[in-house]
Protein backbone atom coordinates (compact mmCIF):
# COMPACT_ATOMS: atom_id res chain seq x y z
CA UNK A 1 0.00 0.00 0.00
CA UNK A 2 1.48 3.49 -0.84
CA UNK A 3 1.54 5.82 1.67
CA UNK A 4 2.56 9.76 1.54
CA UNK A 5 4.01 12.01 3.82
CA UNK A 6 1.47 14.08 5.19
CA UNK A 7 3.41 17.72 4.55
CA UNK A 8 0.34 19.67 5.67
CA UNK A 9 0.40 18.29 9.57
CA UNK A 10 4.70 18.71 9.48
CA UNK A 11 4.78 22.64 9.36
CA UNK A 12 7.10 24.81 7.30
CA UNK A 13 9.39 22.09 6.99
CA UNK A 14 6.93 19.33 6.25
CA UNK A 15 8.13 20.05 2.44
CA UNK A 16 11.29 20.28 3.44
CA UNK A 17 11.43 16.71 4.43
CA UNK A 18 9.31 15.39 1.47
CA UNK A 19 11.46 17.10 -1.04
CA UNK A 20 14.79 15.07 0.54
CA UNK A 21 13.15 11.47 1.26
CA UNK A 22 11.87 12.23 -2.75
CA UNK A 23 15.27 13.03 -4.12
CA UNK A 24 17.07 9.57 -2.31
CA UNK A 25 17.26 7.30 -5.42
CA UNK A 26 18.81 4.98 -2.83
CA UNK A 27 21.82 4.15 -5.32
CA UNK A 28 24.53 3.27 -1.83
CA UNK A 29 27.13 5.93 -3.11
CA UNK A 30 26.32 7.45 0.72
CA UNK A 31 27.30 4.29 2.76
CA UNK A 32 31.05 4.56 2.47
CA UNK A 33 31.08 8.47 3.45
CA UNK A 34 28.85 7.64 6.07
CA UNK A 35 31.33 6.86 9.66
CA UNK A 36 28.61 5.30 11.58
CA UNK A 37 27.65 2.55 8.67
CA UNK A 38 31.62 2.39 8.58
CA UNK A 39 31.65 1.88 12.66
CA UNK A 40 28.69 -0.82 12.77
CA UNK A 41 28.11 -2.10 8.68
CA UNK A 42 24.23 -1.68 9.37
CA UNK A 43 21.88 -0.33 6.38
CA UNK A 44 19.66 1.60 9.07
CA UNK A 45 22.75 3.44 10.23
CA UNK A 46 23.73 4.70 6.85
CA UNK A 47 21.58 7.63 5.46
CA UNK A 48 20.34 5.59 2.77
CA UNK A 49 18.76 3.88 5.73
CA UNK A 50 18.01 6.28 7.58
CA UNK A 51 16.01 8.13 4.89
CA UNK A 52 13.79 5.06 4.47
CA UNK A 53 13.25 5.17 8.36
CA UNK A 54 12.21 8.49 8.65
CA UNK A 55 9.93 8.27 5.00
CA UNK A 56 7.84 5.19 6.47
CA UNK A 57 7.76 7.20 10.16
CA UNK A 58 6.66 10.25 8.77
CA UNK A 59 3.98 8.36 6.62
CA UNK A 60 2.67 6.67 9.96
CA UNK A 61 3.69 3.48 8.71
CA UNK A 62 6.34 2.68 11.26
CA UNK A 63 6.47 3.68 14.69
CA UNK A 64 8.78 6.20 15.73
CA UNK A 65 9.83 4.13 19.03
CA UNK A 66 11.31 1.71 16.26
CA UNK A 67 13.11 4.66 14.37
CA UNK A 68 14.65 6.42 16.30
CA UNK A 69 18.01 4.82 17.68
CA UNK A 70 19.01 4.47 14.14
CA UNK A 71 18.41 7.82 13.72
CA UNK A 72 20.13 8.86 17.19
CA UNK A 73 23.40 7.33 15.73
CA UNK A 74 23.79 9.48 13.10
CA UNK A 75 26.57 12.49 13.38
CA UNK A 76 24.65 14.63 11.63
CA UNK A 77 28.37 15.28 10.17
CA UNK A 78 25.93 15.21 6.33
CA UNK A 79 29.39 13.70 4.96
CA UNK A 80 27.06 12.10 2.84
CA UNK A 81 26.11 15.02 1.06
CA UNK A 82 29.31 14.98 -1.40
CA UNK A 83 28.92 11.55 -2.10
CA UNK A 84 25.33 11.84 -3.25
CA UNK A 85 25.00 12.06 -6.79
CA UNK A 86 21.45 12.77 -6.60
CA UNK A 87 22.13 16.05 -4.22
CA UNK A 88 19.76 14.89 -1.61
CA UNK A 89 19.41 17.81 1.15
CA UNK A 90 20.29 15.28 3.65
CA UNK A 91 21.30 17.67 6.57
CA UNK A 92 17.89 19.81 5.69
CA UNK A 93 15.92 16.29 6.14
CA UNK A 94 17.89 15.53 9.64
CA UNK A 95 17.45 18.80 11.07
CA UNK A 96 13.70 18.78 10.57
CA UNK A 97 13.22 15.32 11.89
CA UNK A 98 14.92 15.85 14.87
CA UNK A 99 12.62 18.91 15.48
CA UNK A 100 9.61 16.86 14.77
CA UNK A 101 10.86 14.17 17.19
CA UNK A 102 11.25 16.37 20.19
CA UNK A 103 7.40 17.26 19.41
CA UNK A 104 6.43 13.62 19.30
CA UNK A 105 8.74 11.99 21.79
CA UNK A 106 6.87 12.98 24.53
CA UNK A 107 8.64 11.48 28.17
CA UNK A 108 9.43 8.21 26.73
CA UNK A 109 13.24 8.61 27.25
CA UNK A 110 14.88 8.42 30.28
CA UNK A 111 15.31 10.37 32.99
CA UNK A 112 18.93 10.54 33.25
CA UNK A 113 18.73 11.69 28.77
CA UNK A 114 16.39 14.10 29.81
CA UNK A 115 18.39 15.30 32.70
CA UNK A 116 20.84 15.63 30.33
CA UNK A 117 19.03 17.21 27.75
CA UNK A 118 17.87 20.15 29.57
CA UNK A 119 21.56 20.54 30.97
CA UNK A 120 22.91 20.67 27.68
CA UNK A 121 19.76 23.22 26.30
CA UNK A 122 20.43 25.48 29.76
CA UNK A 123 24.27 25.76 29.93
CA UNK A 124 25.93 25.28 26.48
CA UNK A 125 24.35 28.60 24.73
CA UNK A 126 25.06 30.91 27.44
CA UNK A 127 29.25 31.48 28.26
CA UNK A 128 28.96 32.04 32.07
CA UNK A 129 26.10 29.44 32.58
CA UNK A 130 28.86 27.03 31.24
CA UNK A 131 31.42 28.27 32.93
CA UNK A 132 29.50 28.05 36.24
CA UNK A 133 28.26 24.12 35.14
CA UNK A 134 32.13 23.26 33.91
CA UNK A 135 33.19 24.55 37.62
CA UNK A 136 30.74 22.14 39.41
CA UNK A 137 31.30 19.10 36.88
CA UNK A 138 34.93 19.12 37.96
CA UNK A 139 33.68 18.95 41.84
CA UNK A 140 31.52 16.06 40.28
CA UNK A 141 34.12 13.86 38.90
CA UNK A 142 34.70 12.72 42.32
CA UNK A 143 31.15 10.63 42.38
CA UNK A 144 31.43 10.05 38.56
CA UNK A 145 30.69 6.69 38.98
CA UNK A 146 27.33 6.77 40.70
CA UNK A 147 26.02 8.99 37.67
CA UNK A 148 24.09 7.26 34.65
CA UNK A 149 26.12 6.71 31.42
CA UNK A 150 24.35 9.91 29.55
CA UNK A 151 25.74 12.32 32.71
CA UNK A 152 29.12 10.59 33.10
CA UNK A 153 29.84 11.35 29.69
CA UNK A 154 29.40 14.95 29.88
CA UNK A 155 32.00 15.19 32.53
CA UNK A 156 34.56 13.45 31.02
CA UNK A 157 34.74 16.08 28.34
CA UNK A 158 35.39 19.29 30.72
CA UNK A 159 38.53 20.67 30.72
CA UNK A 160 40.71 20.60 33.86
CA UNK A 161 40.82 24.70 34.18
CA UNK A 162 38.73 27.34 32.15
CA UNK A 163 40.73 30.47 30.91
CA UNK A 164 39.77 33.57 32.15
CA UNK A 165 36.90 35.18 30.77
CA UNK A 166 37.83 37.62 28.16
CA UNK A 167 35.27 40.74 27.26
CA UNK A 168 35.37 41.96 23.38
CA UNK A 169 35.12 45.37 22.50
CA UNK A 170 32.13 46.46 20.53
CA UNK A 171 34.64 47.87 17.74
CA UNK A 172 38.33 47.30 16.48
CA UNK A 173 39.22 49.36 13.85
CA UNK A 174 41.55 48.62 11.30
CA UNK A 175 44.98 48.97 11.10
CA UNK A 176 46.01 51.34 7.96
CA UNK A 177 43.18 51.71 4.85
CA UNK A 178 39.71 50.60 5.72
CA UNK A 179 39.42 47.75 2.96
CA UNK A 180 36.14 45.85 4.41
CA UNK A 181 33.92 46.54 7.25
CA UNK A 182 32.52 43.10 9.30
CA UNK A 183 30.67 41.68 12.36
CA UNK A 184 32.20 38.75 14.20
CA UNK A 185 30.12 36.21 15.58
CA UNK A 186 31.88 35.46 18.72
CA UNK A 187 30.41 32.44 19.54
CA UNK A 188 29.35 30.53 23.15
CA UNK A 189 30.75 27.83 23.86
CA UNK A 190 34.53 28.43 22.24
CA UNK A 191 34.25 32.38 24.34
CA UNK A 192 34.47 29.81 27.29
CA UNK A 193 37.02 26.91 26.09
CA UNK A 194 38.88 29.04 24.10
CA UNK A 195 38.83 32.49 24.08
CA UNK A 196 42.14 32.98 22.18
CA UNK A 197 40.95 31.88 19.00
CA UNK A 198 38.57 35.14 18.77
CA UNK A 199 41.38 37.62 19.25
CA UNK A 200 43.37 36.00 17.23
CA UNK A 201 40.42 36.34 14.41
CA UNK A 202 40.62 40.26 15.46
CA UNK A 203 44.07 41.06 15.30
CA UNK A 204 44.57 39.05 11.66
CA UNK A 205 41.63 41.20 10.64
CA UNK A 206 42.43 44.24 11.44
CA UNK A 207 46.20 43.65 10.14
CA UNK A 208 44.68 43.00 6.94
CA UNK A 209 42.56 46.77 6.73
CA UNK A 210 39.39 44.96 8.28
CA UNK A 211 37.51 47.04 11.01
CA UNK A 212 35.03 44.62 12.95
CA UNK A 213 32.47 45.36 14.53
CA UNK A 214 31.46 43.06 17.64
CA UNK A 215 27.53 43.57 18.48
CA UNK A 216 26.83 43.47 22.19
CA UNK A 217 23.43 42.07 21.97
CA UNK A 218 24.37 38.86 20.23
CA UNK A 219 24.27 35.29 21.62
CA UNK A 220 24.66 31.78 20.46
CA UNK A 221 23.94 30.84 16.84
CA UNK A 222 21.34 28.06 17.71
CA UNK A 223 23.25 25.40 16.03
CA UNK A 224 23.59 23.29 19.21
CA UNK A 225 19.94 23.63 19.65
CA UNK A 226 19.10 22.54 16.21
CA UNK A 227 21.14 19.73 16.83
CA UNK A 228 19.10 18.30 19.30
CA UNK A 229 15.68 19.28 17.62
CA UNK A 230 15.05 22.17 19.83
CA UNK A 231 13.76 24.38 17.52
CA UNK A 232 12.14 26.77 19.07
CA UNK A 233 14.63 27.58 21.24
CA UNK A 234 16.87 28.07 17.71
CA UNK A 235 14.89 30.54 16.67
CA UNK A 236 14.89 32.24 19.99
CA UNK A 237 18.63 32.17 20.02
CA UNK A 238 18.80 33.22 16.39
CA UNK A 239 16.03 36.29 16.23
CA UNK A 240 18.32 37.85 18.62
CA UNK A 241 21.16 37.51 16.45
CA UNK A 242 19.19 39.06 13.50
CA UNK A 243 18.16 42.06 15.27
CA UNK A 244 21.69 42.48 17.23
CA UNK A 245 24.06 42.18 13.83
CA UNK A 246 23.85 45.39 11.86
CA UNK A 247 22.96 45.18 7.77
CA UNK A 248 25.85 47.55 6.51
CA UNK A 249 28.69 45.01 6.91
CA UNK A 250 30.12 43.52 4.22
CA UNK A 251 30.10 40.13 5.84
CA UNK A 252 29.57 38.35 9.00
CA UNK A 253 32.68 36.41 9.99
CA UNK A 254 32.39 32.59 11.60
CA UNK A 255 35.46 30.87 12.78
CA UNK A 256 33.69 27.98 14.08
CA UNK A 257 32.09 25.88 11.83
CA UNK A 258 29.40 24.48 13.45
CA UNK A 259 28.30 28.06 13.99
CA UNK A 260 28.73 28.99 10.35
CA UNK A 261 26.79 25.92 9.21
CA UNK A 262 24.16 26.49 11.84
CA UNK A 263 23.90 30.39 10.42
CA UNK A 264 23.43 28.74 6.72
CA UNK A 265 20.34 26.76 8.29
CA UNK A 266 18.56 30.10 9.29
CA UNK A 267 16.28 29.84 5.97
CA UNK A 268 15.44 26.66 6.78
CA UNK A 269 14.79 27.58 10.34
CA UNK A 270 12.49 29.97 9.79
CA UNK A 271 10.81 28.81 6.69
CA UNK A 272 7.07 30.01 6.73
CA UNK A 273 7.63 32.72 9.44
CA UNK A 274 8.07 36.64 9.23
CA UNK A 275 11.91 36.02 9.77
CA UNK A 276 12.35 34.35 6.84
CA UNK A 277 13.75 36.89 4.68
CA UNK A 278 15.70 38.54 7.46
CA UNK A 279 17.12 35.32 8.04
CA UNK A 280 18.26 34.35 4.17
CA UNK A 281 19.84 37.64 4.14
CA UNK A 282 21.80 37.00 7.16
CA UNK A 283 22.70 33.45 6.00
CA UNK A 284 23.90 35.02 2.92
CA UNK A 285 26.25 37.41 4.33
CA UNK A 286 27.79 34.73 6.86
CA UNK A 287 31.30 33.24 5.90
CA UNK A 288 33.81 31.57 7.85
CA UNK A 289 37.41 33.53 8.53
CA UNK A 290 39.17 31.48 6.00
CA UNK A 291 37.20 32.12 3.11
CA UNK A 292 36.87 35.37 4.36
CA UNK A 293 40.75 36.33 4.06
CA UNK A 294 41.07 34.40 0.34
CA UNK A 295 38.78 36.24 -1.18
CA UNK A 296 40.04 39.53 0.56
CA UNK A 297 43.33 38.79 -0.28
CA UNK A 298 46.13 39.24 1.95
CA UNK A 299 48.12 42.86 2.23
CA UNK A 300 50.26 41.39 4.78
CA UNK A 301 51.78 37.81 4.03
CA UNK A 302 52.23 35.29 6.70
CA UNK A 303 56.47 35.61 8.11
CA UNK A 304 58.62 32.10 9.18
CA UNK A 305 57.53 30.64 12.21
CA UNK A 306 60.48 30.23 14.86
CA UNK A 307 61.17 27.13 13.86
CA UNK A 308 59.39 25.07 11.17
CA UNK A 309 56.41 22.33 11.88
CA UNK A 310 54.98 19.76 10.07
CA UNK A 311 51.41 20.52 10.28
CA UNK A 312 48.34 18.21 10.01
CA UNK A 313 44.80 19.80 9.10
CA UNK A 314 41.39 18.18 9.73
CA UNK A 315 38.91 19.05 8.12
CA UNK A 316 35.51 19.52 10.31
CA UNK A 317 32.19 18.36 8.59
CA UNK A 318 30.12 21.63 8.95
CA UNK A 319 32.88 23.54 7.10
CA UNK A 320 34.09 21.26 4.55
CA UNK A 321 31.18 19.07 4.05
CA UNK A 322 27.92 21.85 5.20
CA UNK A 323 29.89 24.90 3.74
CA UNK A 324 32.44 23.41 0.85
CA UNK A 325 35.46 24.92 2.40
CA UNK A 326 38.58 22.83 2.17
CA UNK A 327 40.73 24.59 0.25
CA UNK A 328 40.95 27.67 1.46
CA UNK A 329 42.15 27.32 5.17
CA UNK A 330 44.91 25.07 3.40
CA UNK A 331 46.09 27.50 1.27
CA UNK A 332 46.53 29.80 4.35
CA UNK A 333 48.43 27.88 5.86
CA UNK A 334 50.60 27.02 3.13
CA UNK A 335 51.69 30.64 2.61
CA UNK A 336 53.65 30.25 5.75
CA UNK A 337 56.68 29.73 4.64
CA UNK A 338 58.51 26.88 6.85
CA UNK A 339 55.41 25.22 7.51
CA UNK A 340 54.82 21.65 5.76
CA UNK A 341 50.82 20.65 5.39
CA UNK A 342 50.06 17.14 5.78
CA UNK A 343 47.08 15.01 5.33
CA UNK A 344 45.21 12.74 7.66
CA UNK A 345 44.19 9.43 6.37
CA UNK A 346 40.41 9.20 6.25
CA UNK A 347 40.59 12.57 6.99
CA UNK A 348 36.73 13.07 5.74
CA UNK A 349 35.90 11.51 8.52
CA UNK A 350 34.26 12.80 11.28
CA UNK A 351 36.26 12.70 14.52
CA UNK A 352 32.93 12.59 16.99
CA UNK A 353 32.22 15.78 18.47
CA UNK A 354 29.49 16.62 16.05
CA UNK A 355 27.47 19.31 18.25
CA UNK A 356 26.55 17.38 21.07
CA UNK A 357 26.96 13.97 19.77
CA UNK A 358 29.64 13.42 21.78
CA UNK A 359 28.07 14.02 24.71
CA UNK A 360 24.46 11.77 23.72
CA UNK A 361 26.13 8.62 22.02
CA UNK A 362 29.65 8.64 24.31
CA UNK A 363 30.16 5.08 22.88
CA UNK A 364 30.68 5.34 19.20
CA UNK A 365 31.48 9.20 19.77
CA UNK A 366 34.76 7.59 21.86
CA UNK A 367 35.43 4.99 18.66
CA UNK A 368 35.25 8.01 16.12
CA UNK A 369 37.96 9.77 18.14
CA UNK A 370 40.17 7.29 18.74
CA UNK A 371 40.41 5.94 15.40
CA UNK A 372 40.93 10.40 14.28
CA UNK A 373 43.56 10.34 17.14
CA UNK A 374 45.48 7.05 15.91
CA UNK A 375 45.11 8.86 12.20
CA UNK A 376 46.58 11.96 13.43
CA UNK A 377 49.67 10.40 15.23
CA UNK A 378 50.63 8.77 12.09
CA UNK A 379 50.97 11.72 10.17
CA UNK A 380 53.92 12.37 12.43
CA UNK A 381 52.43 15.90 12.81
CA UNK A 382 53.72 18.36 15.06
CA UNK A 383 50.60 20.81 15.54
CA UNK A 384 47.63 19.42 14.42
CA UNK A 385 44.80 22.46 13.33
CA UNK A 386 41.60 22.88 12.33
CA UNK A 387 38.60 25.25 12.49
CA UNK A 388 35.94 24.14 14.42
CA UNK A 389 35.86 24.13 18.82
CA UNK A 390 34.51 20.94 18.77
CA UNK A 391 36.88 18.93 16.85
CA UNK A 392 39.62 20.67 18.85
CA UNK A 393 38.16 19.62 22.21
CA UNK A 394 37.19 15.78 20.89
CA UNK A 395 40.14 15.26 19.05
CA UNK A 396 42.59 16.64 21.90
CA UNK A 397 40.32 14.45 24.33
CA UNK A 398 41.65 11.28 22.67
CA UNK A 399 45.02 12.38 21.79
CA UNK A 400 45.66 12.24 25.96
CA UNK A 401 43.68 9.37 26.50
CA UNK A 402 45.89 7.47 24.32
CA UNK A 403 49.10 9.32 26.25
CA UNK A 404 50.34 11.01 23.08
CA UNK A 405 48.82 14.53 22.90
CA UNK A 406 49.89 16.60 20.41
CA UNK A 407 50.08 20.58 20.12
CA UNK A 408 46.18 21.65 18.70
CA UNK A 409 45.13 25.45 17.03
CA UNK A 410 42.78 27.10 15.07
CA UNK A 411 43.84 27.67 11.44
CA UNK A 412 43.29 31.49 12.45
CA UNK A 413 45.49 31.20 15.96
CA UNK A 414 48.63 30.03 13.82
CA UNK A 415 48.10 32.37 10.74
CA UNK A 416 48.13 35.24 13.74
CA UNK A 417 51.30 33.71 15.03
CA UNK A 418 53.19 33.99 11.57
CA UNK A 419 52.27 37.41 10.89
CA UNK A 420 55.30 39.85 11.28
CA UNK A 421 53.27 43.08 12.68
CA UNK A 422 52.80 42.84 16.63
CA UNK A 423 49.02 44.18 17.62
CA UNK A 424 48.82 45.24 21.17
CA UNK A 425 46.37 43.47 23.47
CA UNK A 426 42.45 44.01 22.06
CA UNK A 427 40.23 43.50 25.31
CA UNK A 428 37.05 45.56 26.21
Do not use: W
Amino acid sequence: MQHAIPVETLGPQGQAMADAVQACVHCGFCLPACPTYRLLGEEMDSPRGRIYLMKETLEGALPLAEALPYIDHCLGCVGCVPACPSGVPYGDLITSFRAYVAQNNGQSSSIGDRIQRTLLKETLPHPGRFRAAARAGRLGRGVSGALPESLRSMLTLLPDELPAPVSLPPLVPAIGPRRARVALLAGCVQQALAPQINMATLRVLCRQGVEVVIPPGQGCCGALSMHMGEADQARKLARANLRAFPDDVDAVITNAAGCGSGIHEYPLLFRGTNDEKAASRFASQAVDVSVFLAQLGLIEEPGPLPQPLTVAYHDACHLANAQGVRLQPRDLLRRIPNLTLVEIADGELCCGSAGTYNIQQPELAGQLGEQKARNVLATGADVLVTGNIGCLTQIDLHLRRLGKPVPMMHTIELLDRAMAQPVGPIVG
